[in-house]
């Protein structure tokens, strides 16, 4: 069971400290280690779950979004998928891999190991190898459990939130509001999408793995994030501190080191 630091336990002015630093939950019964990652983090929801709700998203995009209408890109991508998942070890994940026609340079993989690739990527991709390096990346988000430990930290953030309204209520009136939104915005910036970076390179680093368990060259992958940063380079990137993702210089830096180990 999960476990949320008692509000009452603390006087007013604490609370609100404790709220602005974004540690409203207690690392309590709702921490555990990840085995894949070796690191504790906090998990409130189940991968069932989380499986079930993604069951919908992924129909929705299917039938929003065509699959590729060649039977060898569908077959060569699960191909590739199905190796790479194998090899990851993760016997309890109903895998489903599929291609869907959009220009896009993109993948995704949806809790319960729903994973689309997008033409655009596929098409990138100057090899088997470089497309296994990115399902890699999208088989390690499933075994570091990011998508629970994700909806997770959202679920604090609207709790302590909501906490901090209520007490900013009764102090600041009018401007309560105001406040409890600039909050939200601190946790968010100062908790919860540094937390998405840091998954996005633990992803890649259990997707090399990953991808060398399988058979893959890990060089393909710092192949493929070269070319995509070449392919990216006229467009502009957003500041690393607002954005979710690592930059590309910091992300390639990674594989590099990833790849000579």
Known sequence: MSSILPLNCLPRRRLLEVLAAGA????LGACSENAATGRRQLVLVSDEML?????????DLQAQTPRVDDTRVQQRLEAIGQGVADASGLTNVNWEFVAFESPEVNAFVLPGGKVGFFRGLIDLAASDGE???VMGHEVGHVAARHAAERLSQQLAVSVGVRAAQVLLSEEMGEHADE????????????VVLPYSRTHELEADRL????????GYAPSDAVSFWRRLTAD???????????STHPTNDERLRVLEQLAAT
């Not at 409203?24 to 690392?27: I, N």
């Not at 406040?179 to 100062?190: C, E, F, K, P, Q």
């Not at 997707?207 to 399988?214: E, I, N, T």
């Not at 990216?232 to 607002?242: D, K, M, N, R």
Request: aromatic share 6%.
């Open 51 to 59: 499986a079930q709700l993604s069951e919908q998203a992924w129909r």
């Open 232 to 242: 990216s380079a006229s467009g502009a990137q957003p500041l690393a501190w607002l």
């Open 131 to 133: 497309i296994a390096a």
């Open 207 to 214: 997707g090399v793995d990953v991808m060398r368990s399988a």
């Open 24 to 27: 409203v939950l207690a690392p």
């Open 179 to 190: 406040a409890a939104a600039a909050l939200g915005l601190g946790l968010m910036y100062g």
